[in-house]
């Protein structure tokens, strides 16, 4: 079964916040079969850093990356996110 592999950039509401701490919300919020491979953290500008994040989920995830789009919508904690590229992988 293929999986799709999603790179995007979390821009949290509050500079001070712990990008962990995001990281962990959004890792709550995602459905079993959405993996985040990798987190790590980004400098933006004047102290801002973005959360980057690596995560896969089934090929057959209806609407591509809709549902995460919602999903990400949803936390409180999230300002913005960017979606930087979307690979389909043959085998994970």
Do not use: C, N
Not at 19 to 29: F, L, Q, T
């Amino acid at each position: 079964m293929a999986r799709v592999l999603v790179s995007l950039k979390i821009y949290p509401k509050d500079a001070e916040a712990k990008r962990e701490e995001v990281a962990d919300k959004i890792r709550k919020a995602l459905p079993q079969d959405y993996i985040i491979i990798k987190a790590s953290e980004e400098p933006i500008a004047f102290g801002y850093t973005a959360l980057k994040l690596y995560l896969t989920f089934p090929e057959e995830t209806e609407g591509g990356t809709e549902k995460l789009e919602q999903i990400l919508r949803g936390i409180e904690d999230i300002d913005d996110f960017e979606i930087e590229s979307v690979s389909r992988l043959s085998s994970f």
